[in-house]
């Protein structure tokens, strides 16, 4: 006689804990923001919102450089992790 506390416990612990334990979780935590109901007009009026700023914003930098202004960007990510692994060295 095998007692059924022992056969869940085998099968708790046999089974992969990513796949019944971890990734349902994430699951039901990412569908729960799912939206339940018709969103109207809201990404419609989101995206033109969008469009309108980024493209002031685009416009606004490309004169910029026209009339002879430069863009200066920071490091890359993998220069900022070059800079940082020669400091912590």
């Given at each position: 006689?095998?007692?059924?506390?022992?056969?869940?416990?085998y099968?708790?612990?046999?089974?992969?804990?990513?796949?019944?334990?971890?990734?349902?979780?994430?699951?039901?935590?990412?569908?729960?923001y799912?939206?339940?109901?018709?969103?109207?007009?809201?990404?419609?009026?989101?995206?033109?919102?969008?469009k309108?700023?980024?493209?002031?914003?685009?416009?606004?930098?490309?004169?910029?450089?026209?009339?002879?202004?430069?863009?200066?960007?920071?490091?890359?990510?993998?220069?900022?992790?070059?800079?940082?692994?020669?400091?912590?060295?």
């Amino acid at each position: 006689f095998i007692s059924p506390h022992y056969t869940i416990l085998y099968h708790i612990t046999s089974q992969p804990l990513l796949q019944y334990l971890i990734f349902p979780a994430q699951f039901a935590y990412l569908y729960s923001y799912y939206p339940s109901g018709s969103m109207g007009e809201l990404p419609a009026d989101l995206e033109k919102i969008w469009k309108a700023k980024h493209f002031e914003d685009t416009e606004k930098v490309f004169a910029d450089v026209a009339n002879g202004a430069k863009v200066e960007s920071g490091p890359s990510f993998f220069q900022k992790a070059e800079i940082e692994d020669e400091v912590k060295a």
